[in-house]
């Protein structure tokens, strides 16, 4: 069936570094693929999407590329700041469906 | 702004009593869904529905139930709440199409003592 893998935590960095979180799927047809954000005591908020291969989601600094060769959707920011901390969550949406596969979520942490 | 509502965000309640998680959308979405929240963050999905008078098991075998009576309005209840039933509980809804992903309320946190 359709999964998604994401790298475990948690992920300590020091503000302004450079932040990648792998993320990996498993399904069939064509897939959506979502990085959602949830921040302490909150319900998960959308960070950025894509719908199809070679798409490039981005908002607030964050970006991921769709790559259906590698199966990925690796997040990545540039230069994270404390307000980032959060959890991560990487999923799909399987091909003609709506309905959501999550990963595990991947804690991030960081310091001043 | 929140367009998902979920009342109450906190609750500490007795072992036995019954309670119920209101869970309100103003988008029209048809589908919701209800999950569980692990302190170890995973998300397990326990209900969802796909329109009025339609609701499913999801994937984490549940002691709750829902009800879907109107479009807007997903609540989950506990009948006779235990320790173990202390957790998160996030409310989602989405509409038609695969790329939209959900829209999640802000979550309910349930202590059972």
């Known amino acids: 069936g359709n999964s998604v893998t994401q790298m475990e935590g948690p992920v300590t960095l020091s503000e302004e570094a450079f932040l990648t979180i792998n993320c990996t799927y498993t399904a069939t047809g064509y897939p959506s693929l979502f990085w959602y954000v949830q921040y302490p005591g909150e319900g998960l908020q959308l960070l950025l999407k894509?719908?199809?291969?070679?798409d490039k989601g981005s908002n607030k600094g964050f970006e991921a590329t769709y790559r259906k060769e590698t199966t990925s959707f690796h997040l990545e920011k540039g230069s994270v700041q404390v307000s980032d901390s959060a959890v991560y969550f990487c999923a799909l949406s399987e091909s003609g469906s709506e309905k959501l596969v999550f990963g595990k979520g991947t804690k991030l942490t960081v310091n001043p | 702004e929140a367009d998902i509502y979920q009342t109450p965000r906190y609750l500490v309640i007795g072992t036995g009593k019954k309670i119920t998680l209101e869970c309100s959308q103003t988008?029209?979405?048809?589908?919701m869904y209800w999950y569980q929240q692990d302190p170890g963050m995973e998300l397990h999905l326990i209900h969802y529905?796909?329109?009025?008078?339609?609701?499913e098991k999801g994937d984490l075998s549940s002691e709750s139930t829902v009800s879907r009576i109107r479009t807007e309005h997903f609540p989950l209840t506990l009948e006779s709440a235990r320790p173990s039933h202390t957790s998160q509980y996030l409310c989602a809804s989405s509409s038609q199409g695969q790329g939209y992903g959900y829209t999640f309320g802000s979550g309910t946190r349930l202590t059972v003592v």
């Open positions: 529905s796909y329109g009025v008078n339609s609701t």
């Open positions: 988008m029209g979405h048809d589908k």
């Open positions: 894509a719908t199809k291969a070679d």
